[in-house]
C-alpha cells in the first residue's frame, strides 16, 4: 500500500487491470468490503503505531474503491453471459449491442486505459458454448 503514496497513477492502472481480470472471474462487488475489513483487522492485530493501521486502512479504502468502480464498470451485459458459458445468453446480450458495435462489444471492455477481450476471456477458461 506504500506505492499508493509514492506512484499513484501508476498504482491506479494497476488495480484497474486487476479489477478487470476480477470481472472476468465473475467476483461479486459486496466481497471486496468484508475482505479490506479482514485485512485492516489483521494489520491492527499486529502493528504498534495506530497511525500506521490508519495509513493502511485509508489506502485499503482507497484500493477497494477502485477495484469497485472498475468491476461495476467493466462488467458489461456480455460478461455474465460468458461466464455462464451460455451461447444464447450471448447472442441475446449481443443483440442489445447498436449494429456497428457487436464485434466490439465481444472482443473489448475497457475501464480507464485498461482493457479486456470478453473473447479471450471465454477461450481461456473454456467456454465454448459463449
Same mark, same amino acid.
Given at each position: 500500500t506504500l506505492d499508493m503514496y509514492q506512484e499513484p497513477a501508476f498504482m491506479v492502472d494497476e488495480l484497474s487491470a486487476l479489477g478487470l481480470?476480477? /470481472?472476468g472471474d #465473475? /467476483? *461479486?462487488? @459486496?466481497? +471486496?468490503? *468484508? +475482505?479490506?475489513? %479482514?485485512?485492516v483487522e489483521? /494489520?491492527?492485530? /499486529? %502493528?504498534? @503505531? @495506530? @497511525? %500506521?493501521? $490508519?495509513s493502511f486502512r485509508w489506502s485499503m479504502s482507497l484500493i477497494t474503491r477502485i477495484l469497485m468502480r472498475t468491476v461495476t464498470e467493466g462488467s458489461t451485459i456480455v460478461m455474465p453471459a460468458i461466464n455462464a458459458n451460455s451461447g444464447k445468453l450471448l447472442r441475446t446480450a449481443v443483440a442489445c449491442a447498436p449494429r456497428g458495435q457487436r464485434a466490439l462489444w465481444m472482443l473489448n471492455v475497457q475501464v480507464g486505459t485498461k482493457s479486456i477481450s470478453p473473447l479471450m476471456l471465454a477461450i $481461456? %477458461?473454456? #467456454?465454448l458454448d459463449a
Open positions: 481480470r476480477h /470481472v #465473475s /467476483v *461479486p462487488t @459486496d466481497l +471486496f468490503g *468484508p +475482505f479490506m475489513t %479482514a485485512a489483521i /494489520v491492527r492485530t /499486529v %502493528a504498534e @503505531d @495506530d @497511525d %500506521a493501521v $490508519e $481461456e %477458461a473454456g #467456454s
